[in-house]
């Protein structure tokens, strides 16, 4: 059974719409509603990574901000691309990233609240998926997460 990763994308958009307007952000949609692009995941578990992906994005992005969604086909993957022109992550954090609790600023991380796990849970979920997210970043300009999964994947025993 495989899921049109379009439509988990678009809906885990939507869910966040409100908190993006809330900080006066731009949630810019590039891709194509009526693309189909499947792939067989865990629908949940995908969800969250998308979730935490964007959920980061609008937090660590500055009241005015924007944040560019897409999604693709590419090589027989399904590639989500989430950029932001937020805070940014300096070239030493960025390695730690997806270590469980790290967070890059822990004042200002626990004012806003978060354990800094989830980065940790999604990159576990992507793996699983047999996928690879990956970021770029520069501090003070923004972040962009790749997440990209195999739209064939195999059942595997893991
Ligand atoms: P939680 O997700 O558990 O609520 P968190 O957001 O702090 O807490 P992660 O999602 O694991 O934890 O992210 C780890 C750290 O990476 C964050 O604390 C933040 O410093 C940095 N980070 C993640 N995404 C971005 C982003 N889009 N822009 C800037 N920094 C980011
Ligand atoms: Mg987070």
Do not use: C, W
């Amino acid at each position: 059974k495989t899921t049109n990763i379009v439509m988990l994308l678009d809906t885990a958009v939507t869910k966040v719409e409100l908190v993006a307007k809330e900080k006066e952000q731009q949630l810019n949609k590039l891709y194509n509603k009526d693309a189909d692009i499947r792939a067989n995941v865990d629908r949940d578990r995908f969800e969250q990574v998308i979730l935490n992906v964007l959920s980061n994005s609008i937090k660590y992005t500055n009241e005015g901000g924007r944040i560019d969604v897409d999604v693709f086909e590419q090589d027989g993957n399904a590639r989500i691309v989430v950029q932001d022109n937020g805070i940014g992550i300096s070239e030493e954090a960025l390695p730690r990233i997806f270590e469980r609790f790290y967070r890059v600023d822990k004042a200002r991380s626990r004012a806003m609240g978060g354990t800094g796990l989830g980065l940790a849970i999604t990159r576990k979920i992507v793996l699983l998926h047999n996928g690879v997210i990956k970021v770029k970043s520069e501090e003070g300009e923004g972040t962009t997460f790749t997440v990209r999964i195999p739209l064939k994947y195999m059942e595997q025993s893991k």
